[in-house]
């Protein structure tokens, strides 16, 4: 299992979690739904207490993960297999253009 921390202009708003079996879910923390109710990370998941599933990353996550050349620069860089797309958002994506940027949880970081 693996999980990144997914922050909206800095602010801790939920949590990413790719599961052993390949499922990949989304929630947003209590905390950020109590004091952000309108400020929803992407249109297809409106702040909520709902748990997002999917069986594939979901589009908005996806689409932060560079593309094109920088994409192989990315994936020679940081030895991960292309397809790895959780695992390149982890790696790519805690400074990404735009409010939302996504952090990998270690022993040091859990927010």
């Not at 748990?51 to 620069?73: A, C, H, M, T």
Request: proline share 6%.
């Amino acid at each position: 299992m693996r999980q990144g921390i997914v922050k909206y202009n800095n602010i801790p708003a939920g949590i990413l979690t790719e599961e052993d079996s390949g499922e990949y879910q989304f929630m947003y923390y209590p905390d950020y739904i109590q004091s952000y109710p309108n400020q929803f990370i992407t249109f297809q998941m409106p702040v909520s207490t709902k748990v997002y599933k999917s069986k594939r990353l979901f589009p908005f996550f996806d689409g932060l993960i560079p593309e094109g050349w920088l994409l192989n620069i990315a994936a020679e860089s940081w030895k991960i297999n292309k397809n790895d797309r959780m695992g390149l958002l982890l790696a790519c994506c805690q400074n990404a253009i735009g409010a939302v940027s996504v952090h990998p949880i270690n022993f040091k970081e859990n927010e």
